[in-house]
Nanobody, 116 residues
């Protein structure tokens, strides 16, 4: 099983980034997917959720209206489009596949740094 994030980087406040997470080794289309982030010295927090078909999405209040989660089940990939980025969005962003009763699948993370 692999979840490989990409698309992070350094961007100025107000800028945009699009994160991607490529999945392999499991039936991607059967899983809801989530993006988490962890800022230095803080706990990991849930940023966005998308259902297995893409028909259901949820966002943390802090990113509503600025972030959009989407998925392409044909490409086994989930995305996080981020606009109007703020310095407080800085952190490592992780892709996650939740599993009931078992350890979730996690990616290695991608760094997002927003400069003021």
């Amino acid at each position: 099983v692999q979840l490989v994030e990409s698309g992070g980087g350094l961007v100025q406040s107000g800028g945009s980034l699009r994160l991607s997470c490529a999945a392999s080794g499991f039936t991607f289309s059967s899983y809801a997917m989530r993006w988490f982030r962890q800022a230095p010295g803080k706990e990991r927090e849930l940023v966005a959720f998308i259902g297995s078909t893409g028909g259901s999405t949820h966002y943390a209040d802090s990113v509503k209206g600025r972030f959009t989660i989407s998925r392409d089940n044909a490409k086994n990939t989930v995305y996080l489009q981020m606009v109007s980025l703020k310095p407080e969005d800085t952190g490592v962003y992780y892709c996650n596949a939740p599993r009931r009763g078992k350890d979730d699948y996690w990616g290695q993370g991608t760094q997002v740094t927003v400069s003021s």
